[in-house]
């Protein structure tokens, strides 16, 4: 069967850059910087103006904000970071190749996001940060989790990685704990031309500890001088370039996602209970992926197929039943709703550059399915 709605679509999703890169390209290439230089301190202060963050740091993926943020906080051996067991894996293995524990928390069924009731009853004396995550196209109750932390004196860390131009509770995704971070991974709604990442914060040392740890522990100014041990995490010229361009754009971008959302809610809300779309009411979210909840999973996305229509399943296992956790001790049934989101939810297409009434066809489709009984 010919695909006639892909997931991804990446021939459509980049047409209307394929000028900007090649004449990014040509700039990085005729000049001098490749690595940390102008155009990534241009992308820093515009990122730090947008969110209202007193810092911005780039680094080289969102999985290495997570990875430089932890280890600026000086988390290690001992220390536990509660983390949702419905998650991308980099939410809790950052913390784990810190040395510390990643301990997990059941999420919400209606958003696969972490429940603070649930979150709160896994502290223990050891923990040192809670770590809720963004996910597909909801915010996690940040004001809930900020009163958490302050009651037991936690870092609060968001992995805000979708969520760049998202609000909750009237401030900037990312900007309700100690830091935040940002994904710049193609996919992700504020998509570049490879990884990249950025934190952000209101801590000056913070900041400043995040910015020698992503270049080998140097500080500013002081090449082959280490204070610390770093990582090479760095963000290149050619990415911050590109994304310089694409960020005037975001809102734009964002409001058209919105806008698909809103057409798969109003015609598959009327398939419950067999089939759930994620809560209604899109404005200020991000909507990275919009996924659904289908009893008959399996069965659906072989229908969709059939169709044409390529789905993506997000995640098909949680994590605390991963290999790579299997050391933490969790087995089934620890986390019953993550368990379920594993086996229900479905990712539908969405991106900017979706054909016209595209998400009308996938609306369509997944109608015929259910109205044939299954």
């Known amino acids: ?30 000049s001098d910087e490749f690595i940390l230089k102008s155009r990534v301190e241009r992308l820093e202060a515009e990122i730090a103006d947008r969110t209202g963050a007193a810092h911005a740091v780039a680094v080289a993926s969102g999985t290495g904000a997570l990875t430089v943020i932890l280890a600026a ?16 894996v980099s939410t809790a293995s950052t913390v784990a190749l810190r040395g510390a524990r990643p301990v997990f928390a059941d999420v919400e069924y209606e958003t696969g996001l972490l429940d603070p009731a649930a979150a709160e009853a896994a ?6 940060a809670l770590l809720p995550a963004y996910l597909f196209s909801g915010s996690p109750k940040m004001g ?17 990685a979708i969520a760049l131009g998202a609000e909750v509770d009237g401030k900037p995704a990312g900007r309700h704990g100690h830091a935040g971070v940002y994904s710049f991974f193609p996919a992700k709604p504020a998509g570049g031309i490879g990884d990249a990442g950025m934190i952000v ?26 204070e610390l041990l770093g ?9 911050a370039g590109f994304l310089l361009r694409k960020l005037p754009h975001l809102d734009r971008l964002l409001e058209r996602r919105r806008e698909i959302a809103a057409v798969y809610e109003e015609g598959l809300r009327p398939l419950a209970p067999a089939l759930l779309p994620p809560p209604a009411g899109f404005e200020g979210r991000s909507v990275y992926t919009y996924v659904v909840r289908a009893q008959q999973r399996e069965e659906l996305r072989a229908h ?6 390529e789905t993506a399943v ?13 050391h933490l001790g969790y087995g089934p049934g620890d986390f019953p709703v993550a368990e379920q989101l594993s086996r229900e939810a479905l990712a539908l297409p969405l991106h900017p550059d979706m054909a016209p009434g595209a998400a009308e066809q996938v609306v369509a489709a997944v109608s015929r399915f259910y109205a044939a009984g299954r």
């Open 304 to 309: 969709l197929a059939g169709q044409g229509i």
């Open 1 to 30: 069967m010919t695909t006639v709605i892909p997931y991804f679509d990446w021939p459509a999703r980049s047409a209307d850059w394929a000028d900007d890169i090649v004449e990014v390209f040509q700039e990085v290439a005729e």
């Open 231 to 239: 990582f090479n995490c760095r963000m290149d010229e050619l990415t």
């Open 73 to 88: 906080l000086g988390l290690g051996d001992g220390d536990e970071v509660v983390t949702p067991a419905f998650s991308f």
């Open 123 to 128: 502290v223990t004396e050891h923990t040192r």
């Open 201 to 226: 914060t209101d801590d000056d040392e913070l900041a400043r500890t995040a910015r020698m740890l992503r270049n080998h522990g140097q500080p500013a100014g002081k090449r082959f001088y280490h």
């Open 144 to 160: 809930a989790f900020a009163e958490i932390a302050a009651r037991h004196s936690l870092h609060l860390v968001e992995d805000s």
């Open 314 to 326: 997000y995640y098909p296992r949680p994590l605390h039943l991963q290999p790579a956790f299997a």
